[in-house]
């Protein structure tokens, strides 16, 4: 599975942006997808999944209520539309793949991801 983030910039704090995640190579519908983010100087941490349906969602605490991820299986893409953005939310975001094999939730863990994309850029200024 290739995976193609895009859709990160400059934002003042309490604007909005919109990543977008472009998946190919494999059925996107068999896959969980997820996006984590990774501050400079800092470990990368989990932001949101969903599961193949788009169904099942998760969220970091610290996101939950202004982050929405959603997908669109017949565009091969998923997606982070982030609201009410906070200068701790600058990082580099990743989206990240793996099979869907039946879990009734889709994992936190950056571990069990098989697929990863490149970075897009937030910043968020003050």
């Known amino acids: 599975v290739q995976l193609q983030a895009s859709g990160g910039g400059l934002v003042q704090a309490g604007g909005s942006l919109r990543l977008s995640c472009a998946a190919s190579g494999r059925t996107f519908s068999n896959y969980i997808m997820g996006w984590f983010r990774q501050a400079p100087g800092k470990e990368r941490e989990f932001v949101s999944a969903?599961?193949?349906?788009?169904?099942?969602?998760l969220y970091a605490d610290s996101v939950k209520g202004r982050f929405t991820i959603s997908r669109d299986n017949t565009k091969n893409t998923v997606y982070l539309q982030m609201n009410n953005l906070k200068p701790e939310d600058t990082a580099a975001y990743y989206c990240a793949s793996v099979a869907d094999s039946g879990r009734y939730y889709p994992p936190r863990s950056q571990d069990e991801y098989s697929y990863w994309g490149q970075g897009t850029q937030v910043t968020v200024s003050s």
């Open positions: 969903v599961d193949w349906s788009g169904i099942r969602t």
